[in-house]
């Protein structure tokens, strides 16, 4: 088994970034190590949040820890809420009060133009230094009300492009296959353990 701390005390993103690295993994997050503060998010992009976080978690002594930053960008609103996603309603943090408030800022903007994104940056560190980063990326649209009660965030509101069923509908396998973190993952665990091309 490979160890592996999440810098992440977020309890549904850790669920699914250990079931996006599957079988073979004992993973560890911020949970499992109350003491340890949580990096000031003060990056302007998804990379130096990750990078930040993940460096900050190098006072564990522990070997692999990653880092996810992740969030929504909504082309009728410049890309926001962007890195702001999490909180963009406020502290403390509250997915429906984030998605009351993007709802009420593209109460306006016509069904055809509310096309969006999530992104996530997942950045590596082993012995202390960054390895390197991973980005996924999934294209999608923004309901104009929630439908379904699986994932979390902007889930119940984002339909991925190609399918008809939000991410908070569809089962967790076929989530996983899409969305912007799935994508992110899958190029890491590639890295760490290449295909053998022989």
């Given at each position: 088994?490979?160890e592996?701390?999440?810098a992440?005390?977020?309890?549904k ?12 993994w ?15 998010e ?5 990379e130096?949040?990750a990078?930040?976080k ?7 002594g522990?070997?692999l820890?990653?880092?996810?930053d992740?969030?929504l ?11 702001f996603?999490?909180?963009?309603a406020?502290e ?12 009420e ?9 509310r096309?969006?994104?999530f992104?996530?940056v ?16 999934c294209?999608?649209?923004i309901?104009?009300?929630?439908r ?6 902007y889930d119940?509101?984002?339909?991925p492009?190609g399918?008809?069923?939000t991410?908070a ?7 996983h ?5 799935g994508?992110?993952t899958r ?12």
């Open positions: 088994m490979q592996i701390l999440l992440t005390g977020n309890a993103k850790g669920q699914e970034l250990a079931e996006l690295l599957g079988e073979g004992t993973v560890w997050t911020l949970r499992d190590f109350p003491k340890v503060p949580p990096a000031i003060d990056g302007d992009t998804f130096a949040n990078v930040k993940a460096l900050a978690l190098t006072i564990t522990s070997g820890i990653l880092a996810d992740s969030g960008e909504v082309d009728a609103l410049g890309g926001a809420p962007g890195i996603s999490a909180r963009y406020g403390p943090a509250d997915d429906a009060r984030n998605n009351a408030l993007l709802l800022n593209l109460a306006t903007v016509s069904d055809a133009e096309g969006a994104q992104r996530c997942l950045a590596l560190v082993a012995g202390g230094k960054l390895f390197r980063t991973f980005e996924g990326i294209r999608g649209q309901l104009r009300t929630p379904g009660t699986n994932g979390f965030g119940p509101l984002f339909v492009d399918y008809a069923a991410f509908e569809l089962p967790a396998a076929t989530k296959m899409l969305s912007h973190r994508r992110a190029q890491l665990l590639e890295f760490l353990h290449p295909p053998d091309r022989g």
